[in-house]
Nanobody, 117 residues
Framework: QVQLVESGGGLVQAGGSLRLSCAASGIIFSGTAMGWYRQAPGKQRELVADFRSGGITNYADSVKGRFTISSDNAKHTVDLQMNSLKPEDTAVYYC???????????WGQGTQVTVSS
């Protein structure tokens, strides 16, 4: 199995920045894809950013130009740098890992990000 632990959430004013980190442990094979999702109250969970085949980064339109996803494959970590935060970015952010070995997604426990106006 794969375990994911997020850190770095919190409360920030609009226009501010936060950095989220996710550490993966367990059985991690080459090809495990990692990314970040978020879920706001009353809304469905949505993709924020992830890595596609070949290491290409992919972002939701709502965060392009403001958020940056990065990873350290040797340490099995994935970070999300969030700049120019807006109140609509308020959500619980989840780290995600898809393992082709297990054929399923794994999720972290989530970290709250609150952006005040």
């Amino acid at each position: 199995q794969v375990q994911l632990v997020e850190s770095g959430g919190g409360l920030v004013q609009a226009g501010g920045s936060l950095r989220l980190s996710c550490a993966a442990s367990g059985i991690i094979f080459s090809g495990t894809a990692m990314g970040w999702y978020r879920q706001a109250p009353g809304k469905q969970r949505e993709l924020v950013a992830d890595f596609r085949s070949g290491g290409i980064t992919n972002y939701a339109d709502s965060v392009k130009g403001r958020f940056t996803i990065s990873s350290d494959n040797a340490k099995h970590t994935v970070d999300l740098q969030m700049n120019s935060l807006k109140p609509e970015d308020t959500a619980v952010y989840y780290c995600n890992a898809y393992s082709p070995y297990f054929g399923r997604n794994f999720w972290g426990q989530g970290t709250q990000v609150t952006v005040s106006s």
